[in-house]
């Protein structure tokens, strides 16, 4: 470590702590909780879809006419 800020004492624990690091021990303990959070997130019950709220409003049929003789009954009505 060559920052002028750190003192001898605090690189000598740096190397000392990192020297006992297991680093494959570490990448293990990722990967099994990485699995374990999908697992989580996964197995959670879907999101309740919200429920249909009914149209009060009465519309046309795509064969209902819009104008009053053809509504009322066509001809001359």
């Known amino acids: 470590m060559a920052h002028e800020t750190v003192s001898e004492q605090d690189k000598t624990i740096i190397n000392d702590t990192y020297a006992q690091v297991n680093l494959a ?6 990967q099994a909780l990485t699995a374990e959070l999908v697992t989580l997130t996964t197995s959670k019950a879907a999101a309740r879809t919200k ?21 009322a009954g066509w001809p001359g009505a």
């Open 51 to 71: 429920p249909k709220i009914p149209t009060l409003t009465k519309r046309a049929s795509v064969h209902a006419s819009t104008k009053r003789g053809y509504a």
């Open 25 to 30: 021990a570490v990448q293990r303990q990722i």
